[in-house]
């Protein structure tokens, strides 16, 4: 497995394209480097995730693998498999999966749930305007972020293709609409899917494909979620009965159907393509960006926290940890500065056009724990940590006192701006501190969840604890997911209603400080900048995490601590905690940047058992950091 200088060409020159002339008939552009890891639609052209999830995803035969690493390149199969559902698919000849994908193979099989609401070009609704033409003649128009939601649906449609075409999924998609589209629409989205099973553009096709969607199966399917008297609440943001319903199909749980209690069995309508057996569910807005990248991490991160309950000796619950038992790990949406939006100038001083930055969560959403025995390896949920486990490397790991990772639980829930914030009151996300608008859940987790729905149904006192969003250290930037129209920066919250709410006077009164000393006099469009605005940078995002939790570790070793000195005085983390004196070396950067474009979960095999130990602390493998 070849690591040294596979993402150097990151570091080359970006061009973001951000104002179109018609008189010059070219589009200006500023020139930089995103270089925070985060798969946007902005500065990844190719579907597919970043360079290296493409290099190793694609599709490959047995004899092609590198010698010996077989076992990695089935870690996605085997993760979903073993979270996934029990009963498998029928591959055999002259089946609807044999027809789709020429093979009698195995694959993971994930739900695509598409909430659709809002889409639009400007202020008409999508399915009233155009599909994107196909092979039409000419340069291609240049379209800016926010003229057409087509752009962002045609992007996530490549990438759900990219990963069939991998051989290793097999992907099902649901376009949750409010009322019946277009003809042309359902099979322009058919024809985006033809590793998926899709049949080309009329244009493409052979003679004997020739045949129409109702005549054939078909990956994709328009579920029309309201009826008439809902018609106007499914269009309202505020209502949040667009996210009901996707958590309704994806759930499904009993009582919402034929009754019962048994979470195993969904009663929704057979007619429905999520009432099939699933290994994963991927609930997801228009507006978000899908890729394969967080499709693998989110599976890596659930076969962890399965090692960690299944352990031999699994962790015992602490007072500084998560309140839950049943964590999951969940997403927050990322974006980008966009020129287009009118108080562009007032935020460029929050950072530059080539760095994403979270606006629904900031430094005080979440804590950091550190999960002993949170670790799996290849063949499925299978603990590195436990000493009753076969293999050799996971007996070795086992006698390492410090063998599992750092996780960031969250202490609040994420809070969007108006009009999100309103529709997540009447529909929370499944997840508490998890997104409504981007969410997945494998078989297991969604069974887990279910039994606690049902339990809080029929009025029980003993039911289990709802799940809490976690996010894995070392693969942070795989859970930053692009909202792809990059209009979120600049937006005043809801009074009330932001991030670090649980810090509210704290901030108040740091903010009454500032007034008292004059810091910023003359200065308010700073001040309120500083206190009205949350835009919280993915590089500050992991930065905190990780000095709050090599601070937790500082606090829990230091046994006599000065009440004057400043800063850590036992363990610190060796690439943020540097001076000018002991500036940092250059394989710590390389480590970062290994961990910000997700190769601490792609190359788990290598980073968790090599006895190459300079990237643990990148991570999220090191509980004790450095010494001072």
């Given at each position: 497995m070849i690591l040294c200088g596979s993402f150097s060409h990151g570091l080359a020159l970006q061009?973001?394209?951000?104002?179109?002339?018609?008189?010059?008939?070219?589009?200006?552009?500023?020139?930089?480097?995103?270089?925070?890891?985060?798969?946007?639609?902005?500065?990844?052209?190719?579907?597919?995730?970043?360079?290296?999830?493409?290099?190793?995803?694609?599709?490959?035969?047995?004899?092609?693998?590198p010698e010996g690493e077989a076992d990695a390149y089935a870690r996605l199969l085997e993760n979903c498999i073993a979270l996934g559902s029990t009963a498998r698919p029928d591959t055999s000849a002259g089946t609807v999966w044999s027809q789709w994908f020429q093979e009698n193979q195995d694959r993971c099989r994930i739900l695509f749930a598409i909430n659709t609401v809002g889409a639009g070009r400007g202020s008409t609704m999508l399915w009233e305007t155009n599909p994107p033409r196909v092979h039409a003649e000419g340069p291609q128009p240049w379209i800016s972020e926010q003229e057409t939601a087509a752009t962002h649906l045609l992007r996530n449609l490549q990438e759900i293709d990219a990963m069939c075409a991998t051989g290793w999924i097999a992907a099902r998609v649901q376009m949750l609409v409010c009322e019946p589209i277009p003809a042309k629409w359902t099979e322009w989205i058919d024809a985006q899917l033809v590793h998926c099973g899709g049949k080309p553009w009329p244009l493409d096709r052979a003679v004997d494909e020739d045949m129409d969607m109702e005549d054939r199966p078909s990956p994709v399917q328009i579920v029309v979620v309201a009826s008439a008297t809902t018609a106007d609440s499914c269009h309202d943001l505020k209502s949040g009965l667009m996210e009901k319903r996707t958590q309704d199909l994806i759930l499904a749980p009993p009582h919402l159907g034929k009754g019962g209690n048994d979470a195993t069995q969904k009663t929704t309508n057979p007619d429905l393509v999520s009432s099939g057996d699933f290994d994963l569910h991927v609930a997801m807005k228009w507006t978000t960006l899908v890729s394969v990248r967080a499709v693998n991490s989110f599976l890596q991160a659930s076969a962890d926290m399965a090692a960690a309950a299944s352990t031999t000796?699994?962790?015992?619950?602490?007072?500084?940890?998560?309140?839950?038992?049943?964590?999951?790990?969940?997403?927050?949406?990322?974006?980008?500065?966009?020129?287009?939006n009118s108080k562009v100038a007032k935020w460029r001083m929050h950072g530059d056009f080539f760095h994403?930055?979270?606006?629904?969560?900031?430094?005080?959403?979440?804590?950091?724990?550190?999960?002993?025995?949170s670790l799996s390896g290849g063949g499925g949920v299978n603990g590195l940590c436990d000493a009753d486990s076969n293999t050799a490397v996971a007996r070795k790991l086992s006698e390492r006192q410090d063998c599992g990772q750092w996780w960031a639980y969250f202490t609040e829930l994420q809070m969007p701006t108006s009009p999100e914030v309103y529709a997540n009151?009447?529909?929370?996300?499944?997840?508490?501190?998890?997104?409504?608008?981007?969410?997945?859940?494998?078989?297991?987790?969604r069974v887990e969840l279910v039994q606690g729905m049902v339990c809080r149904h029929e009025g029980k006192s003993d039911c289990p604890a709802e799940p809490q969003a976690v996010i894995p250290l070392g693969d942070l930037e795989s859970f930053l997911v692009n909202f792809t129209p990059n209009t979120a920066l600049g937006k005043k919250h809801v009074k009330g209603r932001r991030p670090g709410y649980s810090q509210e006077d704290d901030r108040e009164a740091d903010r009454q400080r500032v007034?008292?000393?004059?810091?910023?006099?003359?200065?308010?469009?700073?001040?309120?900048?500083?206190?009205?605005?949350?835009?919280y940078p993915a590089a500050l995002f992991h930065k905190d995490a990780t000095l709050k939790a090599a601070r937790a570790r500082d606090a829990a070793l230091t046994t006599h601590r000065n009440a004057e000195a400043v800063g850590p005085q036992t363990v610190k983390s060796s690439y943020y905690d540097v001076t000018i004196t002991k500036p940092r070396g250059p394989v710590l950067g390389w480590c970062q940047a290994a961990a910000r474009r997700g190769l601490c979960t792609l190359y788990a095999d290598y980073f968790r058992t090599s006895n190459d130990e300079r990237c643990m602390e990148a991570c999220g493998l090191k509980r004790d950091f450095a010494p001072l």
């Open positions: 061009k973001y394209f951000y104002r179109y002339s018609k008189t010059r008939g070219k589009a200006d552009y500023f020139e930089g480097r995103d270089d925070s890891g985060v798969v946007s639609a902005r500065f990844v052209e190719e579907a597919g995730a970043n360079d290296e999830y493409k290099e190793f995803f694609q599709q490959r035969s047995p004899d092609q693998l000796n699994p962790p015992s619950p602490t007072d500084n940890g998560p309140s839950s038992p049943f964590l999951v790990p969940s997403f927050v949406r990322v974006a980008y500065v966009s020129e287009e994403p930055a979270a606006w629904e969560i900031c430094k005080d959403s979440f804590d950091m724990t550190w999960i002993p025995n009151e009447k529909t929370p996300p499944p997840v508490l501190g998890g997104s409504n608008f981007f969410w997945m859940v494998t078989e297991r987790q007034l008292e000393r004059k810091q910023l006099q003359d200065h308010e469009e700073i001040e309120k900048a500083l206190f009205d605005y949350t835009i």
